[in-house]
Nanobody, 125 residues
Framework: QVQLVESGGGLVQPGGSLRLSCVMN????????LGWFRQAPGKEREGVAA????????YYGDFVKGRFTISRDNAKNTVYLQMNSLKPEDTAVYYC??????????????????WGQGTQVTVSS
């Protein structure tokens, strides 16, 4: 059974940074392609970043514009999202996701098999 547990969210001022972590409990992480998604109040879920299982490809939402970096440590069964230059519009609940099929991590994640419980990120002065 796959369990994803996020951490690292919180309150940060505009221009600040946060690093989100997501640990996978269960099977080995290297079987899965991984992504981060977010959902703000009143808005639809959107893809933030994704990384293939062998770290050979990464993808980012257009709104990221070089501010965020996704990475993974398969030995630690952990995926990270480093977020810099945060803006108030980045405020949302952030979810990590895992799926053995890479195309499922694309878009808004409608076909993703496994989700974490979410961690709140609030960007405000």
């Amino acid at each position: 059974q796959v369990q994803l547990v996020e951490s690292g969210g919180g309150l940060v001022q505009p221009g600040g940074s946060l690093r989100l972590s997501c640990v996978m409990n269960g099977p080995k992480l290297d079987r899965y392609h991984l992504g981060w998604f977010r959902q703000a109040p009143g808005k639809e879920r959107e893809g933030v970043a994704a990384i293939t299982n062998r770290e050979d490809n990464t993808y980012y939402g257009d709104f990221v514009k070089g501010r965020f970096t996704i990475s993974r440590d398969n030995a630690k069964n952990t995926v990270y999202l480093q977020m810099n230059s945060l803006k108030p519009e980045d405020t949302a609940v952030y979810y990590c996701a895992a799926d053995p099929i890479p195309s499922h991590i694309a878009g808004a994640g409608q076909r993703v098999d496994y989700w974490g419980q979410g961690t709140q990120v609030t960007v405000s002065s």
